[in-house]
């Protein structure tokens, strides 16, 4: 079929199309002018609305506005009122500041004063208190003072006794001198303090006259000692003097005196009786640390001086016993050199020991009597042993004989009487003279004459001298004892250990001796041996004797010193008869 469409038919379709839509779009105009007009109205009613609650809103606003602005002022008036009341608060703040600080300052000011016037109070509480005290402490000094005073003056008056008991009973008197640790206490297994060798003091002088040995380790001891006198460590040589000064006096009163020191090797004898040289030989013995010879020998002259004139002189003989032999160290050669020669003892016809020809000379001071000393011991016997370099081999005996040409009536009558006794005696034994002189030449500048002037050089027999011309004698005996420690100790070998063994039996003999005296046996053996046999009339006689023990203080030489306290207990156990006063007539005035 054809397709033909008429243009007619196609525009009448447009058209009626375009008259639809036209009759859509007046219809949707028509609806849209409605709904405009329904919006015009709700716009109006809206409008309406929103003036209406605008105006409400602005009255609300203004009321709140209005509210505000009255809180506000009443806020500002509060706060001027505040800010006011801050004021005044401040200013009060301020006042009471200025106040308080005011207080304080006061306060202050105030406790200081209250602080001053409390230390014020209380050091006058406690000067108080402290003046009591002081005054108390003061009275206690001094009471206590008194107190050692009057047990200084009764130690004093307990030994002036115990010195007249000592006296009455003839005993012998033992003075005891610990020395201070030196160099060679230090043994090579001694402990160390500080990497330095240290040892301590088992031996200690606890008072006047008391020792106390005291050892833990071997030999265990715990005992004390007795003696007349007791010296310490710190005593000078003085007060080692001082003690025995009276016996000088005994003397010149007519006694006959003997020192004797006893002791192991390196305790202090030689230190004692002669004193300390310095290391260098041509060293001279400082004044204080002079010892017992040249001390009492300065006070003998000094004592002699105050009698009269040329009325006494002083002879010196110095004797060592060495391997049981007696040799004179002051004889001399002929070219006057001092070489020591051997004497006998003898014993004489009164029973008393002499050594014939023994050298004197005479002596006019203390200085004199040094000069010889020193120049004599260099013969001495030394040998240096363990314990110390110069240890004496020998006892070394230094006699000062007074002889006194002042004889008055009781002294004629004593002598008399001895003369009686003598011619008795004579004619039963041989008489013996007491001494031989040095020769004559050798004192002929000499001021003071010896009645016993003639040389001779041996033992011989001579005429006593008549009654009248017979000087009064008395003498001071001082020994220098060897060393009495064992071999062992000294660490001597070969021809060392026979002088050992001498001054060892010698030793022994002197104790045998002290012990046969002390036991008032009928035989002494004083003539065992050389030493006891010359010093027989000081040790049994009728010489007032003083042993001066001296100990070293340290656990080394605990055996030797224990030995040499025991020795010195013993000698004290001796009652010999009084001691015999050569004639009362020389008693000091
Ligand atoms: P000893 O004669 O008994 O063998 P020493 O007298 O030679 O002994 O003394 C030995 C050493 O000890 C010496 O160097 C001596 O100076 C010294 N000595 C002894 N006793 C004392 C003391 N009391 N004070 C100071 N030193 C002393
Ligand atoms: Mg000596």
Redesign the pocket.
């Known amino acids: 079929m054809p397709l033909f469409i008429n243009r007619d038919q196609i525009f009448a379709h447009q058209v009626h199309l375009l008259e639809h839509k036209l009759r859509s779009k007046e219809e949707r105009i028509l609806e849209m002018e409605t709904e405009n007009a329904l919006l015009h109205l709700r716009l109006v009613e809206c409008l309406g609305i929103l003036h209406c609650g605008r105006n409400e809103e602005i009255q609300v606003q203004r009321q709140k506005h209005q509210q505000q602005r009255k809180v506000q002022k009443s806020t500002h008036a509060a706060l001027s009122k505040l800010l006011s009341e801050v004021q005044v608060l401040k200013q009060d703040l301020r006042n009471v500041l200025t106040l308080y600080m005011g207080f304080a300052k006061e306060m202050e000011h105030q406790s200081k004063q209250l602080f001053e016037c409390m230390g014020t109070a209380i050091q006058d509480h406690q000067s108080d208190d402290m003046q009591k005290l002081q005054a108390q402490v003061a009275a206690l000094e001094h009471s206590l003072q008194e107190e050692k005073e009057r047990c200084r003056e009764e130690r004093l008056r307990r030994r002036l006794l115990h010195n007249t008991l000592v006296e009455l009973r003839g005993n012998i008197r033992v003075h005891c001198?610990m020395?201070?640790i030196?160099p060679?206490d230090y043994s090579p297994g001694s402990p160390t303090t500080n990497g330095s060798l240290s040892c301590e003091a088992v031996v200690q002088a606890i008072n006047d006259d008391c020792v106390l040995v005291n050892s833990n380790k071997s030999p265990v001891v715990n005992k004390i000692f007795e003696f007349e006198r007791v010296h310490g460590?710190e005593?000078s040589?003085q007060t080692v003097f001082e003690e025995m000064k009276p016996l000088l006096t005994s003397l010149l009163d007519g006694y006959n005196v003997c020192i004797m020191?006893y002791?192991?090797?390196?305790?202090?004898?030689?230190?004692?009786m002669i004193g300390?040289q310095s290391e260098e030989p041509t060293a001279v013995v400082q004044d204080s640390q002079q010892g017992i010879i040249p001390r009492a020998a300065s006070e003998l002259f000094k004592m002699i001086s105050e009698k009269p004139a040329d009325s006494h002189m002083v002879e010196i003989s110095v004797v060592e016993v060495y391997n049981n032999e007696v040799l004179d160290l002051l004889a001399r050669d002929e070219d006057g050199a001092a070489v020591g020669v051997k004497r006998e003892v003898i014993t004489t016809s009164t029973g008393t020991s002499e050594v014939p020809c023994l050298t004197y000379e005479l002596v006019h001071s203390s200085a004199d009597v040094m000069q010889l000393i020193n120049s004599v011991l260099k013969l001495r016997a030394h040998s240096p042993t363990l314990?110390?370099m110069?240890?004496?081999r020998s006892h070394l005996i230094v006699t000062l004989t007074v002889s006194s040409k002042s004889p008055d009536a009781l002294a004629l009558a004593r002598r008399l009487q001895n003369a009686r006794q003598d011619v008795r005696r004579v004619s039963q034994k041989e008489w013996w003279s007491p001494r031989c002189r040095r020769a004559a030449s050798s004192h002929s500048s000499s001021p003071v004459s010896s009645p016993c002037h003639s040389p001779c050089h041996s033992p011989c027999p001579s005429p006593r001298p008549s009654i009248t011309q017979m000087p009064l004698k008395t003498k001071l005996q001082v020994v220098?004892l060897a060393?009495s420690e064992c071999a062992g100790m000294s660490g001597v070998t070969g021809a060392a250990l026979w002088e050992s063994s001498c001054i060892n039996r010698s030793l022994s003999a002197l104790s045998d001796v002290l012990g046969a005296l002390a036991e008032q046996r009928t035989h002494v053996p004083y003539r065992n041996s050389k030493l006891t046999h010359l010093l027989q009339d000081a040790i049994g006689g009728d010489a007032k004797l003083l042993i001066m023990l001296?100990v070293s203080p340290t656990q080394r030489f605990l055996t030797e010193s224990l030995q040499s306290l025991g020795f010195g207990s013993r000698a004290r156990q001796v009652q010999r008869k009084p001691p015999c006063r050569k004639n009362t007539a020389l008693k000091m005035k």
């Open positions: 001198r020395r201070p030196l060679f460590p005593d040589q020191a002791g192991q090797t390196g305790s202090g004898k030689t230190h004692t300390s314990v110390h110069d240890s004496s220098d060393g001296c």
